[in-house]
């Protein structure tokens, strides 16, 4: 079945050690976004990709970073981690279709916690 | 600017009640509607969604709603839940022809009691 994928769905990282979160899709999406999630609040929009074309949101830190080497797979690159940014990191996929009805499709979420 | 407001963060049903989630939207532009259900330590489900024609959409675990563009709502509704239904409900909008963003309520927490 065609599905997004995130790799580890659990992730322990000490203060400042610098972590990466992995995602892939079987979709073939030309648009791939990375949330971050924290308890009982809604998912926050981090940046996406459209293809190669980068996004990022006025308020994200730095501190956060993304790959997209290839249509399939885009990482979460966070350099320093602090203690806030202990969270669950969703990937989520869609077709990019701005004239048309266009869906996001979620991976399962990384947990991350960070010691 | 969208923003998307889900008016009751916890919502507690006995099961095999009805049961309704608000949701409302703000936007200047067309607005394609989703709802998405998230279980415990998962990532989001769509549930179902709105893109156009019939104002009443039905999705997957006999979930329903409808869309009321003078009202600016997306109200989901079932008519009998179960226990399983347990699970954080987030409503989502994307404006249509404005790019690749979706914007997402802050959650409706549906708590179903035995």
């Known amino acids: 079945d065609a599905m997004v994928i995130q790799n580890p769905r659990y992730q322990v990282t000490q203060f400042g050690k610098p972590v990466t979160l992995s995602c892939s899709q079987t979709?073939?999406?030309?648009?791939m976004y990375w949330y971050q999630q924290k308890s009982s609040q809604a998912p926050k929009l981090l940046f996406h990709y459209y293809d190669k074309d980068f996004n990022n949101e006025a308020d994200t830190p730095d501190n956060f970073q993304s790959r997209r080497p290839n249509t399939s797979f885009c990482f979460l690159d966070i350099r320093s981690p602090g203690l806030g940014d202990a969270a669950m990191y969703l990937c989520a996929t869609s077709r990019g279709q701005v004239q048309g009805a266009d869906t996001q499709y979620f991976g399962p979420g990384t947990r991350l916690t960070v010691l | 600017a969208q923003s998307v407001t889900q008016l009751d963060s916890q919502v507690p049903v006995f099961e095999e009640a009805p049961v309704e989630l608000r949701c409302n939207y703000s936007s200047s532009v067309s607005v394609y509607l989703f709802w998405y259900v998230q279980y415990p330590n998962q990532g989001l489900q769509l549930l179902l969604k709105?893109?156009?024609?019939?104002?009443l959409v039905k999705g997957i675990n006999g979930f329903e709603a409808e869309f009321n563009k003078s009202q600016t709502s997306f109200h989901l509704r079932k008519p009998s839940v179960h226990i399983s239904d347990t699970a954080e409900y987030f409503c989502?909008?994307?404006?249509?022809?404005?790019?690749?963003?979706?914007?997402f309520g802050t959650g409706t927490s549906l708590t179903v009691i035995p």
């Open positions: 709105y893109l156009s024609g019939s104002t």
């Open positions: 979709l073939n999406h030309n648009v």
């Open positions: 989502a909008v994307r404006p249509a022809n404005t790019g690749n963003q979706f914007y």
